[in-house]
């Protein structure tokens, strides 16, 4: 054995790759951490589940706002019409004392008719009222005429209203001037809105009635009662009423001539007086008189003596 095979052999400088290797070992791919096919499907469902709880609530949220808003505009439309209807109607008023004669327009001094379309209350009235700030006609001073006129929307002039199938009638309120003077170009205060019915009833006194004439009765109703039918959007209707008492009274009693009243208040004097001497003449003869009181032995203090 010589020496020279005796020298260990020199060992070789690691390659490129064996020293990126040896740095940085390989892994294998089970030795890596990721999902499975099944988790991510409950993932997936987990998400979709919360997301449709979300988007449910927020639709929600959205359709009962929207509810609530027709809701709103539903009471405020009835609102308006129970307000305007109980201050013009409880200032009913007869104008000129009685005496006022009806235009050619045959405005009468309060009318009250009781009407349907199809099998829906359709009331009307017309009466003069002293009340003009709550139908809104402060360029109108003095006394008023209002109208309360309910038709379908077929029957109606007004080309600014909608036809709703939930309310299929139309309030109209028309407000005309009597004293103040207008220009020819004027034009009254009115204004329409969609109802879904209207009934009207009238107090006498004792007993509520659907119809109601001023010519007839000779005086104003002592109350007047509405009742209101509102639709929303969705069909669901609403009622509503008010009772107006009339502050003002006016029978034609009270308008005749007054010659004929002073003679059925003499005649009716006259009458009681006869009744009166009628009756202290029965009083009288009933009575003794103060000679007979003193000639009666009990009326004197003295008393026979017996012998």
């Not at 469902?45 to 609530?57: E, K, P």
């Not at 009662?225 to 009339?246: P, Q």
């Not at 005649?267 to 007979?292: I, Q, R, Y």
Request: glycine content about 6%.
């Amino acid at each position: 054995m010589t020496w020279r095979n005796s020298v260990p052999a020199r060992p070789q400088a690691p390659t490129r790759q064996q020293a990126i290797a040896r740095h940085f070992p390989a892994t294998s791919i089970t030795s890596c951490a990721a999902f499975t096919l099944i988790e991510l499907l409950v993932a997936i469902t987990i998400l979709g589940t919360i997301f449709t709880i979300v988007f449910g609530t927020f639709a929600y949220t959205l359709t009962n706002a929207e509810s609530q808003q027709e809701r709103a505009a539903v009471y405020h439309r009835a609102s308006f019409i129970l307000n305007t209807f109980s201050q013009s109607i409880a200032s009913a008023y007869v104008p000129f004392g009685g005496q006022y004669q009806e235009n050619e327009d045959g405005e009468p001094i309060f009318l009250g008719e009781d009407s349907f379309v199809g099998e829906v209350n359709a009331d009307s009235l017309s009466a003069f009222t002293a009340n003009v700030q709550g139908l809104g006609s402060k360029e109108m001073p003095g006394i008023v005429h209002v109208r309360y006129e309910t038709t379908s929307v077929e029957d109606t002039e007004e080309e600014q209203v909608l036809a709703d199938v939930n309310n299929p009638l139309v309030l109209t309120c028309v407000v005309e001037s009597l004293l103040s003077v207008q220009d020819e170009n004027s034009e009254p205060i009115q204004w329409t809105l969609n109802i879904h019915s209207l009934n009207l009833e009238y107090f006498d006194g004792s007993d509520w009635i659907q119809e109601w004439s001023y010519e007839e009765q000779g005086m104003l109703p002592t109350a007047v009662r509405l009742e209101l039918e509102l639709a929303d959007a969705d069909g669901s209707v609403y009622t509503f009423s008010t009772t107006a008492r009339v502050h003002v009274d006016t029978p034609l009693e009270e308008l005749e001539e007054p010659g004929a009243e002073t003679q059925e208040e003499e005649e009716e004097d006259a009458g009681e007086e006869e009744e009166g001497s009628k009756e202290t003449e029965e009083s009288g003869s009933e009575t003794p008189t103060p000679l007979e009181e003193e000639e009666s032995p009990e009326a004197t203090d003295e008393t026979p003596i017996v012998g």
